[in-house]
Nanobody, 126 residues
Framework: QVQLVESGGGLVQAGGSLRLSCAAS????????MGWFRQAPGKDRTFVAA????????NYADSVKGRFTISRDNAKNTVYLRMDSLKPEDTAVYYC???????????????????WGQGTQVTVSS
Protein backbone atom coordinates (compact mmCIF):
# COMPACT_ATOMS: atom_id res chain seq x y z
CA GLN A 1 0.00 0.00 0.00
CA VAL A 2 1.47 3.31 -1.08
CA GLN A 3 1.67 5.92 1.65
CA LEU A 4 2.70 9.54 1.34
CA VAL A 5 3.31 11.53 4.49
CA GLU A 6 3.96 15.27 4.32
CA SER A 7 5.64 17.36 6.98
CA GLY A 8 7.29 20.76 7.38
CA GLY A 9 4.37 23.15 7.06
CA GLY A 10 3.85 26.06 9.41
CA LEU A 11 3.48 29.79 9.85
CA VAL A 12 6.09 32.07 8.30
CA GLN A 13 6.38 35.76 7.54
CA ALA A 14 6.39 37.03 3.98
CA GLY A 15 9.86 36.71 2.51
CA GLY A 16 10.66 33.72 4.66
CA SER A 17 11.36 30.10 3.76
CA LEU A 18 10.05 26.64 4.52
CA ARG A 19 10.97 23.15 3.40
CA LEU A 20 8.26 20.55 2.99
CA SER A 21 9.02 16.84 3.01
CA CYS A 22 7.06 13.93 1.56
CA ALA A 23 8.07 10.47 2.77
CA ALA A 24 6.93 7.79 0.33
CA SER A 25 6.58 4.10 1.17
CA UNK A 26 4.91 0.91 0.00
CA UNK A 27 6.67 0.22 -3.31
CA UNK A 28 9.56 1.14 -5.57
CA UNK A 29 9.00 4.53 -7.18
CA UNK A 30 11.77 4.56 -9.77
CA UNK A 31 9.48 5.08 -12.78
CA UNK A 32 7.06 7.41 -11.07
CA UNK A 33 6.53 11.14 -10.96
CA MET A 34 6.02 12.95 -7.66
CA GLY A 35 4.13 16.19 -7.48
CA TRP A 36 3.31 18.97 -5.08
CA PHE A 37 -0.08 20.64 -5.28
CA ARG A 38 -1.75 23.26 -3.13
CA GLN A 39 -5.28 24.24 -2.27
CA ALA A 40 -6.34 27.54 -0.75
CA PRO A 41 -9.74 27.89 0.96
CA GLY A 42 -12.55 28.00 -1.58
CA LYS A 43 -10.24 27.33 -4.51
CA ASP A 44 -9.33 24.35 -6.66
CA ARG A 45 -6.26 22.23 -6.04
CA THR A 46 -3.49 23.51 -8.30
CA PHE A 47 -0.13 22.27 -9.49
CA VAL A 48 3.03 23.59 -7.84
CA ALA A 49 5.95 21.38 -8.89
CA ALA A 50 6.81 17.86 -10.03
CA UNK A 51 9.86 15.64 -10.32
CA UNK A 52 10.62 12.28 -11.90
CA UNK A 53 12.24 9.78 -9.55
CA UNK A 54 14.42 8.48 -12.39
CA UNK A 55 16.45 11.24 -13.96
CA UNK A 56 15.14 14.01 -11.74
CA UNK A 57 13.52 16.14 -14.44
CA UNK A 58 11.38 18.89 -12.91
CA ASN A 59 8.40 21.08 -13.75
CA TYR A 60 7.13 24.19 -11.99
CA ALA A 61 4.07 26.37 -12.02
CA ASP A 62 4.85 29.84 -13.35
CA SER A 63 3.80 31.38 -10.03
CA VAL A 64 6.60 29.62 -8.12
CA LYS A 65 9.42 29.49 -10.67
CA GLY A 66 12.61 30.93 -9.23
CA ARG A 67 11.26 30.74 -5.66
CA PHE A 68 10.48 27.04 -5.10
CA THR A 69 12.75 24.05 -5.68
CA ILE A 70 11.65 20.43 -5.80
CA SER A 71 14.17 17.68 -5.14
CA ARG A 72 14.30 14.03 -4.12
CA ASP A 73 16.47 11.76 -2.03
CA ASN A 74 16.34 8.31 -3.55
CA ALA A 75 17.94 6.63 -0.55
CA LYS A 76 15.31 8.06 1.81
CA ASN A 77 12.38 7.77 -0.63
CA THR A 78 11.62 11.37 0.19
CA VAL A 79 10.67 14.35 -1.97
CA TYR A 80 11.25 17.90 -0.81
CA LEU A 81 9.81 21.28 -1.69
CA ARG A 82 12.04 24.17 -0.71
CA MET A 83 10.03 27.39 -0.67
CA ASP A 84 11.86 30.72 -0.58
CA SER A 85 10.63 34.32 -0.82
CA LEU A 86 7.22 33.23 0.37
CA LYS A 87 4.23 35.46 -0.28
CA PRO A 88 0.84 35.64 1.44
CA GLU A 89 -0.71 34.22 -1.73
CA ASP A 90 1.31 31.03 -1.17
CA THR A 91 -0.91 30.28 1.84
CA ALA A 92 -2.62 26.93 1.27
CA VAL A 93 -2.70 23.29 2.24
CA TYR A 94 0.15 21.60 0.35
CA TYR A 95 -0.28 18.04 -0.87
CA CYS A 96 2.23 15.49 -2.09
CA UNK A 97 1.07 13.14 -4.86
CA UNK A 98 2.42 10.19 -6.84
CA UNK A 99 1.78 9.33 -10.51
CA UNK A 100 2.51 5.74 -11.46
CA UNK A 101 2.17 6.21 -15.24
CA UNK A 102 3.62 9.62 -16.02
CA UNK A 103 3.61 11.00 -19.53
CA UNK A 104 5.35 14.07 -20.89
CA UNK A 105 2.60 16.59 -20.22
CA UNK A 106 0.62 14.96 -17.44
CA UNK A 107 2.42 16.58 -14.54
CA UNK A 108 0.04 19.50 -13.96
CA UNK A 109 -3.34 17.74 -13.63
CA UNK A 110 -4.38 16.39 -10.21
CA UNK A 111 -6.48 13.69 -11.91
CA UNK A 112 -3.31 12.07 -13.27
CA UNK A 113 -1.98 11.27 -9.81
CA UNK A 114 -2.83 7.98 -8.14
CA UNK A 115 -1.92 8.59 -4.51
CA TRP A 116 -2.11 11.59 -2.21
CA GLY A 117 -0.83 12.57 1.18
CA GLN A 118 -2.96 14.11 3.90
CA GLY A 119 -1.63 17.64 3.32
CA THR A 120 0.28 20.14 5.40
CA GLN A 121 -0.77 23.72 6.09
CA VAL A 122 1.46 26.59 5.00
CA THR A 123 0.48 30.05 6.19
CA VAL A 124 2.38 33.15 5.09
CA SER A 125 1.66 36.32 7.04
CA SER A 126 2.10 39.79 5.56
Amino acid sequence: QVQLVESGGGLVQAGGSLRLSCAASGRTFSGWRMGWFRQAPGKDRTFVAAIRWFGGSTNYADSVKGRFTISRDNAKNTVYLRMDSLKPEDTAVYYCAADGQPSSNSYYAPANYDYWGQGTQVTVSS
